[in-house]
Structure formats: structure tokens, C-alpha cells
């Protein structure tokens, strides 16, 4: 991937250089979380590669979406599961979003059920981005919330989500579908007549829209969502990230939860 003009380093070579910091706090004979996406793939190839200079023992990984288990495999990082691990040492994964309380917005892939199950399981879950993903408040990118449903009744959950969320100024919500990119776009209805987005567990995801954000309380929030019957996770990852590492133009910048962040 080139570098933008101007001889600065491209989004895809700041993920890189988060994802490789990250990796620096693996150790031999670790269980490890393996993230999803574009960000999360830097740090399965580093991991492998160290496995295949020795560099790295007796590493396992849980991975995250079928995809982390194809992309680890690949890589030579050999896997495991929750059942046999139910105790992970470290998680390393990107975000889509990231608030200044270090809270996250995840799962535009659609993996964020096994996501939250695997990072909520970690003794130490590390958040790897470039700059582009810090915000103000969750939602405030104009991009999903993502929430996963399950497929018997999923137009009656979308109706109650819609309502949960009435009154808030330019909220939107749909059914995810298959020709969806919810990285790239915001709310589109053209997309209505396409097949429904399947996640890895043969659910569905209904992506909430916010124009200026999500107001209000997060937890009780998070707890309004989960309350209606048909939803099974959302993605507002709040208070799990030990610390965020942010690949800026001019150098990386690690934010641990217990510190203030700053310029965020």
C-alpha cells in the first residue's frame, strides 16, 4: 500500500506498527485472543513469524470469527478454544471506534459476539488503532453501532430498538445486509432488497445509526439493548480494554485504561 502524498506513513502501516507494538507484550506459553479485521491480521502474521523463528513458544489462540481461525492458522499460530481455555492472558484486537474513557465500538465485521466473549475473558485485553478511530462518544462517526440478533422475529426486534432510540435526533436503524460495508457507509436504504448479513453464528445484525453520537449513560444503555428479548450482544465494548495503542503520524501513543487520555 502506498504512502499518501506528502511521504507520511498510509492507515494500513499505522495499523501495522500498532499491531506489532502489541505483539511485544506476548510472551511464550501464553493463550491469546485473536482479533478480527484489517488491524488484528498485522499481529497474527508477527505472532506466526515469531513462532517460526522460535522466537515464540508454546503459543495458543483463541480466535475471534472464522476468519481469525483461517487467517492464525495460515499464519502457524496454533488453536484452541474457550472450553479447553476459559481463562485467555491477552487479547489483541483493533476497534472501530474508540471514546476518550477508553470505551469501543466494535463488530462492523459482524464478529463481535465471540469478540466479547473472548476479550471479556482476558486477563489483559490490548486495543490496536491507527489515529482515525479515536472520537469524541461512541457513534459519533456516523457508522454502525452494530447489534446481533437472532433471525426468528428480527423485523419485531428492530422495531423495539427503534423505539428504545425514538426522539433521538437523526438516529437510523436497519438490517444489516449482505452487500453492506458497515466500515464504508452510513445509512443507506437502497440496500433493502438484499440478503440478510449471516454473522458466524447464524445470526443477524441490526446496525444503529447516531448523527451526533450516543448521549446518555452507556451502561444503561448497554442495559436497555440487552433487555429486549431477540438481541444477543451488542457492540459498545465498554470498560474491557486494558489499554489502547494508537499509531499516530508521529509516533505510537499507548493509553493505559487507568490513565487520563489526553488529546483524544
Not at 451526533?212 to 444477543?232: A, C, F, P, Q
Request: net charge negative; glycine share 10%.
Amino acid at each position: 500500500m502506498l504512502a499518501p502524498q506528502g511521504g507520511g506513513p498510509s492507515q494500513d502501516e499505522l495499523k501495522r506498527v500498532a499491531a506489532h507494538r502489541a505483539v511485544e507484550l506476548v510472551r511464550s506459553g501464553m493463550v491469546l485472543g485473536l482479533g478480527t479485521g484489517s488491524t488484528a491480521v498485522h499481529a497474527l502474521d508477527r505472532i506466526g513469524a515469531l513462532l517460526r523463528t522460535g522466537h515464540l513458544r508454546d503459543v495458543v489462540g483463541i480466535p475471534t470469527s472464522e476468519w481469525a481461525a483461517a487467517s492464525a492458522a495460515a499464519a502457524g499460530i496454533p488453536l484452541t478454544d474457550l472450553n479447553t481455555h476459559p481463562v485467555v492472558d491477552l487479547s489483541i484486537d483493533g476497534a472501530d471506534e474508540v471514546d476518550p474513557a477508553l470505551n469501543l465500538v466494535k463488530g462492523r465485521g459482524g464478529s463481535l459476539l465471540r469478540e466479547k466473549m473472548v476479550e471479556g475473558a482476558s486477563r489483559r485485553f490490548v486495543v490496536i488503532v491507527d489515529e482515525s478511530k479515536l472520537v469524541p462518544r461512541l457513534g459519533v462517526s456516523g457508522l454502525a453501532v452494530p447489534v446481533e440478533v437472532i433471525p426468528f422475529g428480527w423485523s419485531l426486534t428492530l422495531r423495539r430498538l427503534r423505539t428504545l432510540f425514538d426522539g433521538v435526533p437523526g438516529f437510523n436503524i436497519k438490517l444489516r445486509t449482505a452487500a453492506t460495508n458497515a466500515k464504508a457507509s452510513a445509512f443507506d436504504e437502497s440496500e433493502s432488497k438484499s440478503e440478510p448479513f449471516v454473522t458466524d453464528n447464524k445470526n443477524y445484525i441490526v446496525d444503529l445509526f447516531f448523527e451526533d453520537g450516543i448521549h446518555g449513560d452507556l451502561n444503561l444503555i448497554s442495559d436497555e439493548i440487552l433487555r429486549i428479548t431477540g438481541v444477543i450482544e451488542h457492540g459498545m465494548f465498554l470498560g474491557l480494554a486494558s489499554s489502547v495503542i494508537i499509531a499516530r503520524k508521529d509516533g505510537v501513543v499507548v493509553v493505559d485504561k487507568a490513565a487520563k487520555v489526553n488529546g483524544m
